[in-house]
């Protein structure tokens, strides 16, 4: 919310009075990874959670099909890896250049590991590594 003014502690006091009730809405409110409201899941003693669907649309694991040698890639970042220390909020996730790839590994039961051209020694699986819908 916005503040009435600067100094005022208008805006301030007024969220506050209207916080109870939107933590009320959240929480009566379901959930579709647990598939229950958030005030019954506060309440069990342990929650099951489904599997997300946050990146359907594509195979995970050990299915899936092989990128191409010509896929532009990016890559996710370690932490401190773009600025030498500790992960900021404001950093980056994902490498800032695009790159090939240089090797795929694929060994049967685990999934594909790719080493990208000019980038780290590292390898990286499909969803550590983002590709353009060039291929």
Partial sequence: MLLAARGSSKGS???MSRLPAV???L???VNRLIGKKLSEAIKARSVAQKF???VSGRTIGFDEPLLPSDALMRYLYTPGEL???RRRATDPMWSLTTHTVRNVV???GQPALYYLNSG???GFVRGAA???TRY
Avoid: L, T
């Fill in 130 to 132: 983002y590709c353009s």
């Fill in 106 to 108: 694929h060994r049967g």
């Fill in 120 to 122: 780290p020694a590292r």
């Fill in 52 to 54: 997300s669907s946050a």
């Fill in 83 to 85: 600025e030498g220390g």
């Fill in 13 to 15: 006091i007024e969220w």
């Fill in 27 to 29: 929480n009566g409110e």
């Fill in 23 to 25: 933590v009320a809405a």
